[in-house]
């Protein structure tokens, strides 16, 4: 079944594709020295931030997600149709706030320009501060989350415990010869009373016993696939937005200082094209 993260993660590797524009671009401003047209150089660089953009804010997305689920009673995989309704709804509001972002430089805010590496915003616009405060809040949202995340989701062998408060929280009972993943179990053979005239006799013990197997391992297989996708999603999230951290600080720093750097500014840009293809690659 479609869970709620791999929904996120499906529409984050939708706007990695965004990408291929952009590095399009770079091999041919390496392999030819002609100059680009404007009109080109404009799409590209709309191309590049609108998928830098809102890929950070679907990391802090994905980080949410997993807070929220991880440290809510009931929730632990909220992949009801509401629930991935509400993620549809949220990844939509990603996209039309990159979208519109990416906008204000063809509104007079800033402008897209050349560069040696290809096309971007135009550093010397306070434009580009208002992109790095935009990612430092992703970022900031990102290492307060991800510590306790971390904790839970990389740092433990094993996802028994959690598994174990899932069910305690949510009702479940479990015995000591319980295999985790098991729901509330069925009541002992031994507890049920020979004259209860409202169960009918078993008749073969080891079908009862393989039925029991069946119906505990669904929960059990459930709840791995859900923790490991948790597990993923938030190695992704991190990935992204720290390799987009050079870009943003490069752009901070050549907007405050003047600085200016090709090799840090070529380095920067081919981080954040591998950051396009670490979802394909996981």
Known sequence: NKTTVSTIVTSLAAGDLISIVPVIIFMLMQWSSQVLPQPLCTTSAFMY???????????SLIVSYNFYTLNTTGTLSCSSSRCRGSVGWAILTIWTVSLLMCVLPLCGWGRYSPTPWGCFADCASSYVLFVFVVYSLCFSLLAVLAVPLTLRLLCSGEPQLLHSEHLQGSGGFIS??????CGAASPPLA??????KTLEPLRNSEAVFGEGVAESSTPSRSFTVCFAQKR??????LTKVLLWLPMMIQMAVQYITGLHSLLFETLSFLLTVLAATVTPVF
């Open 232 to 237: 993923f999603s938030l190695i992704l999230a």
């Open 176 to 181: 000591p010869g319980t295999p985790w993943g």
């Open 49 to 59: 931030l609108f998928q830098g953009i809102s890929s950070n804010l679907k990391g």
């Open 191 to 196: 507890l049920l009373e020979p004259g209860d």
